[in-house]
């Protein structure tokens, strides 16, 4: 049973945000920037976040040149550009709202190895920069093949080695802290354990329905606009939307005595991506690899997956050398038909932003700043 307090004060919220992962926390910030007035509630369904953003890879980038190379070729100049700018300055504003210290943000550049299979991409480089000029002004991609020995590639495998300076990695679970710290510091109440599992129009509000072992009853929040952020998660609450769940399984290396490399590297058109952490691998990916096993939200890892990660690591990053594993963990992914997020109203009061096609610490700011927009 519900008490007359919980009833009048606890209960009635102007915005709820659903998901307090990156994006449900961008967008509570972002309200709260703009309605400081408001009361604002995130519902988290974990005591944790428990999707992407604190089980990710920590890359901070826009896209590698075989993977804008294969995109262009399926969506065309257009949409590839518009996905390039809204990440490109998504990162911006991201670390404009965090600072760069908080979330450890190392400006290392991004790298992408290049075999057999994908030397069009590389041989397309200037044409991919002449589109990425208008964006940039400068050169994005630059060869750097002499690093490939250097930094202790397999040379049997990787033919080339492309750098882009404006990519950079940071620590995922300081950004989630620095995020929730701003939030609250706003005046948003973050509550955790907190599991939505239906919005319901109420007229002119809509009502959420929360449910957690504790109450024996399902607890009936009530506001005047919702903003689901959920991602790979939506569609269990707006059947309308489509999303489909992708998991990306990771492992992290114990330290590696000298590694010879900083930075955060893509492979496969990203399908596989690994980086330094501080002086360990963090390696994860080959989703294409596994596609059927992969399209699943169950947050668990699957020795396959951590043996071809396991293998590629062996093989091509430490050519022939081997180190133990600390680490392993998944996360879940939303994709969809194309690679640019679903921003948009439901109804006048509900609204969504999720699908974030794997590079949503790119995307949410933007995302984030523009379903804000809607209300
Ligand atoms: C292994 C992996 C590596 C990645 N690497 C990168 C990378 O290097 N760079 C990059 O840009 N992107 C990367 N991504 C993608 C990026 O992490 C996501 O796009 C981003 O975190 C999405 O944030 P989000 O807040 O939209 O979703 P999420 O982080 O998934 O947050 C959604 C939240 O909603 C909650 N939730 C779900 N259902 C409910 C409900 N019914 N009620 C209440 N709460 C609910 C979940 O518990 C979750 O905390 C990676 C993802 C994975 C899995």
């Known amino acids: 049973m519900i008490s007359f307090w919980e009833k009048t004060a606890l209960l009635k919220k102007d915005f709820i ?15 709260a920037f703009k309605f400081p007035e408001k009361d604002i509630c995130v519902l988290e369904r974990g005591i944790l976040p428990i999707g992407a953003t604190t089980r990710n890879a920590g890359f901070a980038c826009f896209g590698s040149l075989s993977e804008l190379y294969h995109d262009l070729l399926k969506e065309g100049e257009t949409k590839v550009l518009e996905l390039v700018e809204q ?20 400006p290392f550049g991004g790298y992408e190895l290049i075999d057999d299979k994908h030397i069009a991409a590389f041989q397309h480089i200037e044409e991919i920069n002449q589109k990425l000029y208008t964006l940039f002004k400068k050169s994005v991609f630059q060869v750097v093949d002499n690093k490939i020995t250097s930094y202790g590639f397999n040379q ?8 882009n300076p404006l990519e950079g990695q940071l620590h995922s679970g300081y950004l989630m802290k620095r995020l929730q710290k701003i939030a609250t510091q706003k005046g948003v109440t973050v509550l955790t354990g907190a599991n939505v599992s239906k919005i319901e129009n109420n007229q002119s509000t809509e009502q959420v329905i929360v449910t957690n072992e504790t109450w024996r009853k399902p607890l ?21 939307l489509k999303v489909q769940p992708g998991r990306g399984q990771v492992l992290v290396t114990e330290p590696i005595y000298h590694l010879p490399f900083k930075g955060s590297f893509h492979y496969d058109e990203g399908f596989i991506y690994f980086r330094n952490l501080g002086n360990r691998i963090l390696l994860g990916g080959a989703r294409n690899q596994f596609l059927m096993s992969e399209a699943t939200d169950r947050i668990e890892t699957t020795s396959e997956v951590i043996s071809y990660l396991q293998s590629f690591l062996h093989q091509v990053i430490l050519n022939g050398e081997s180190v133990a594993i600390s680490d392993t963990w998944s996360g879940i992914m939303g994709f969809g038909e194309t690679k640019l997020p679903i921003v948009q109203s439901i109804r006048p009061t509900l609204h969504v932003a999720i699908r974030f096609s794997g ?14 927009q809607l209300i």
């Open 359 to 372: 590079m949503g610490v790119a995307l949410a700011s933007h995302a984030a700043e523009q379903v804000v």
């Open 17 to 31: 945000v659903i998901g307090g992962g990156l994006t449900g926390l961008l967008t509570a910030i972002e309200l």
């Open 220 to 240: 009936i929040f009530e506001a005047e606009h919702v903003f689901v952020c959920n991602n790979a998660f939506a569609s269990a609450l707006c059947p309308e």
């Open 87 to 106: 990440r490109f300055r998504g990162l911006q504003k991201l670390l404009q709202i965090t600072g760069k210290k908080a979330i450890q943000y190392e």
């Open 156 to 163: 049997n495998v990787i033919n080339h080695l492309v750098y």
